[in-house]
């Protein structure tokens, strides 16, 4: 017996769902100006003090901003309800959305890598720095770290993997920030290759992210199934619910931020259809309740008492 009935409360859901697309709207805006600022600020501040670090970080910044845009677009499309050609919805768009973040943070980083590379190849063209791209470096700092802390609070508030994922971003783009900081600092202090070797370490850093981000939500488009705690908590909030006897077969896969989730329970055999489909109506409700899952089908398998087995002829269990 399959089973998979609508949610027991609509319109709680509905207001779950607008007050966390509104909330990943404006944080996203509020990156989309802070990285703006930046990304004008460190370019034309790292032309004129000739610092090719400051600038790698500038490109940096810009592909945060696109970064935002794509998260921006990810959300609106992934709150569009289901239809005939998507009955799960349109969640998977944020999967799809991180993938092209990751293959844009990829591409990005293997070019600065590429550009600081050459420039270590003539060490004699490396021109001084001007001190304003340290003070420069420092406020860019401070304000990815602010931006990290700030997206991460939302993220963890409406529980979005996307929104923590730009937030990671910000994080990773405080640390490059750092490395830069330090790599003017060499600068000035006489040590002219240590600016392009920070735009080198920089490069790296974004690629490597691009590389985790994409490979993280190719898993997820190919199904790969959630995290073993959380698996084990459904399995426990199933087990949990009167009449159910035993679970087996819970197999879980990712729908954006959400879980698609089936599962096999197994009930006394004596039990009617409809006693049978009020048990599994039940755990479906307690799953919905206390996990984020999108979707849970349930099989429901009879089971026999060991004792009663001698006198069926057949074997306990499914």
């Known amino acids: 017996m399959l089973i998979s009935p609508p949610p027991d409360d609509p319109e709680d859901e509905a207001t779950l769902r607008e007050a966390r697309a509104l909330a990943a709207s404006r944080s996203t805006w509020i990156s989309v100006a802070v990285n703006l600022a930046l990304t004008v600020l460190q370019l034309v501040v790292g ?6 670090a400051l600038v790698a970080d ?46 844009l943070l990829l591409g ?6 590429g550009s600081a590379a050459a420039k270590l190849q003539q060490p004699a063209a490396i021109a001084p720095v001007a001190p304003l791209a340290l003070w420069i470096a420092v406020a860019t700092l401070v304000a990815k770290e602010a931006l990290f802390r700030y997206l991460m609070a939302v993220a963890r508030r409406v529980r979005s993997s996307m929104l923590a994922a730009n937030a990671w971003h910000s994080r990773s783009d405080a640390a490059s920030s750092l490395v830069v900081g330090l790599g003017i600092a060499g600068n000035l202090a006489g040590y002219s290759l240590l600016d392009p070797i920070a735009a080198l370490i ?13 490979w993280n939500a190719i ?8 995290e073993a705690d959380q698996i084990e908590a459904i399995h426990a909030t199933l087990a949990a ?6 679970v087996h077969e819970l197999r879980t ?22 006693a049978g489909h009020d048990i599994a109506v039940e755990a479906r409700r307690r799953v919905m309740q206390a996990h984020p899952v999108l979707s849970l089908m ?11 087995d001698h006198d069926t002829g057949t074997l306990s269990g499914r």
């Open 47 to 52: 032309v004129q003090a000739k610092s090719q």
């Open 58 to 103: 500038a490109i940096h910044s810009l592909s945060d901003l696109l970064s935002d845009f794509i998260v921006l677009l990810a959300g609106r499309q992934s709150r569009k309800a289901a239809d005939a050609d998507h009955p799960y919805g349109h969640q998977r768009f944020e999967t799809a959305a991180s993938l092209a973040l990751g293959l």
């Open 108 to 113: 990005v980083g293997l070019g600065m890598v």
């Open 202 to 214: 920089v490069g790296f850093l974004v690629a490597r992210m691009g590389w985790t981000f994409g």
């Open 219 to 226: 898993n997820d488009l190919m199904d790969r199934a959630v």
């Open 241 to 246: 619910t009167p009449g159910v006897i035993g």
């Open 253 to 274: 896969r990712r729908m954006g931020d959400l879980i698609a989730a089936d599962v096999h329970l197994e009930v006394e055999a004596t039990l009617s259809v409809e």
């Open 298 to 308: 349930i099989h429901v398998d009879p089971w026999r008492r060991p004792d009663r």
